[in-house]
């Protein structure tokens, strides 16, 4: 990247965390470009400054437009930020492949395991583009895209192999209300961002139910456990599991109205059937198609995740809203740890 232009960004896509990534990066003073999938998406942007589809009521930097052509958003870009639902990552990619730049830097958004293989976003993405790990960078912590777009503080951890990648992006999104801090542990940050979402999506459900807040406290302090049990398994450090994109995380996405696997849960703690909770939300919710993965992950290293196993046979009406509180509470006492 020249040091006598600003860094370019191409944000993929134009949801509400990605639109709330384009719009950091522009206050720091990064050109950027979203992809977003409808014309009248990307016309909005680019004559009224706004996206109609998520923040209607917000002004967008005018270093923020947008194109329905990925080839255009691609040309020339220091960065490729990715903001798609982690499931569709791979079928996507490799459309989008060809067009990435060889020295892009490639910063993942997404929290969730991609089913069947059992892979992080991050793997994925070398996996299909074929470029090096230390080329792929994530971003992940307690970030509410709504209070983010109203400019209200909140902090990220920037996790890349390579530290200088990490740290010229960490400036390509440091503004006035948004802090990024740098590490090396892309395995930690990834898994607890991934795993939170299950444990919001049980946190809502006992608010749905009524169970209280002991309940939820008890969900977050044990979701914690079994999150760094499986990521220090995975060869995660453990510190990053008390940091931003693990307890950080988990705390603003089990606490918040505006969590959407919280409010999933919620739905579905209220008697809502999976389909219905998902019509009602209509919002990607990764914890619903990362709960099995993780699970699968948790076996595949021996590692006991008792939460996220009643919250999968729960999402595969295996068990019923009562049978999953109880099984629960009825699990043998132990020692903490």
Same mark, same amino acid.
């Given at each position: 990247?020249?040091?006598?232009?600003?860094?370019?960004?191409?944000?993929?896509?134009? +949801? *509400?965390?990605?639109? !709330?990534?384009?719009? /950091?990066?522009?206050?720091? $003073?990064?050109?950027?470009?979203?992809? %977003?999938?409808?014309?009248?998406?990307?016309?909005?942007?680019?004559?009224?400054?706004?996206?109609?589809?998520?923040?209607?009521?917000?002004?967008?930097?005018?270093?923020?437009?947008?194109?329905?052509?990925?080839?255009?958003?691609?040309?020339?870009?220091?960065?490729?930020?990715?903001?798609?639902?982690?499931?569709?990552?791979?079928?996507?990619?490799?459309?989008?492949?060809?067009?990435?730049?060889?020295?892009?830097?490639?910063?993942?958004?997404?929290?969730?395991?991609?089913? +069947? *293989?059992?892979?992080? !976003?991050?793997?994925? /993405?070398?996996?299909?583009? $074929?470029?090096?790990?230390?080329?792929? %960078?994530?971003?992940?912590?307690?970030?509410?895209?709504?209070?983010?777009?109203?400019?209200?503080?909140?902090?990220?951890?920037?996790?890349?192999?390579?530290?200088?990648?990490?740290?010229?992006?960490?400036?390509?999104?440091?503004?006035?209300?948004?802090?990024?801090?740098?590490?090396?542990?892309?395995?930690?940050?990834?898994?607890?961002?991934?795993?939170?979402?299950?444990?919001?999506?049980?946190?809502?459900?006992?608010?749905?139910?009524?169970?209280?807040?002991?309940?939820?406290?008890?969900?977050?302090?044990?979701?914690?456990?079994?999150?760094?049990?499986?990521?220090?398994?995975?060869?995660?450090?453990?510190?990053?599991?008390?940091?931003?994109?693990?307890?950080?995380?988990?705390?603003?996405?089990?606490?918040?109205?505006?969590?959407?696997?919280?409010?999933?849960?919620?739905?579905?703690?209220?008697?809502?059937?999976?389909?219905?909770?998902?019509?009602?939300?209509?919002?990607?919710?990764?914890?619903?198609?990362?709960?099995?993965?993780?699970?699968?992950?948790?076996?595949?290293?021996?590692?006991?995740?008792?939460?996220?196993?009643?919250?999968?046979?729960?999402?595969?009406?295996?068990?019923?809203?009562?049978?999953?509180?109880?099984?629960?509470?009825?699990?043998?006492?132990?020692?903490?740890?």
């Amino acid at each position: 990247m020249s040091q006598h232009r600003s860094a370019r960004a191409a944000v993929f896509s134009a +949801g *509400s965390w990605g639109t !709330a990534v384009a719009k /950091i990066m522009a206050d720091a $003073g990064t050109d950027v470009v979203v992809h %977003a999938r409808r014309s009248e998406i990307a016309d909005a942007i680019n004559t009224h400054h706004r996206n109609p589809g998520y923040f209607p009521d917000i002004e967008l930097p005018a270093s923020v437009t947008a194109t329905t052509d990925p080839v255009v958003a691609l040309e020339g870009a220091d960065y490729l930020v990715l903001s798609i639902p982690a499931q569709s990552l791979r079928a996507s990619l490799a459309a989008w492949t060809p067009h990435i730049g060889p020295d892009t830097v490639i910063v993942s958004l997404m929290k969730g395991i991609e089913r +069947g *293989s059992g892979l992080r !976003a991050s793997q994925v /993405i070398t996996e299909v583009t $074929g470029v090096s790990a230390d080329r792929v %960078a994530v971003l992940s912590g307690p970030n509410l895209a709504p209070e983010i777009m109203d400019g209200r503080p909140a902090a990220a951890t920037v996790a890349c192999p390579d530290e200088d990648a990490a740290r010229r992006f960490q400036q390509t999104c440091h503004t006035t209300y948004f802090r990024p801090y740098t590490s090396t542990d892309v395995i930690g940050c990834e898994l607890g961002g991934a795993v939170k979402n299950v444990i919001a999506l049980a946190v809502g459900i006992g608010s749905g139910m009524g169970l209280g807040d002991n309940a939820a406290a008890m969900l977050i302090t044990r979701g914690l456990a079994e999150t760094t049990r499986l990521a220090t398994a995975m060869g995660a450090h453990p510190a990053t599991l008390a940091g931003l994109s693990g307890l950080g995380d988990l705390v603003a996405s089990c606490t918040s109205p505006l969590a959407r696997n919280r409010t999933f849960g919620v739905h579905l703690g209220h008697g809502l059937s999976v389909e219905e909770a998902t019509a009602t939300t209509r919002q990607t919710t990764e914890g619903i198609k990362s709960a099995e993965a993780v699970l699968d992950l948790a076996r595949a290293h021996g590692v006991e995740m008792p939460i996220t196993e009643v919250i999968s046979a729960l999402l595969n009406d295996k068990v019923t809203l009562n049978e999953a509180a109880a099984a629960l509470m009825q699990r043998p006492p132990k020692t903490e740890r």
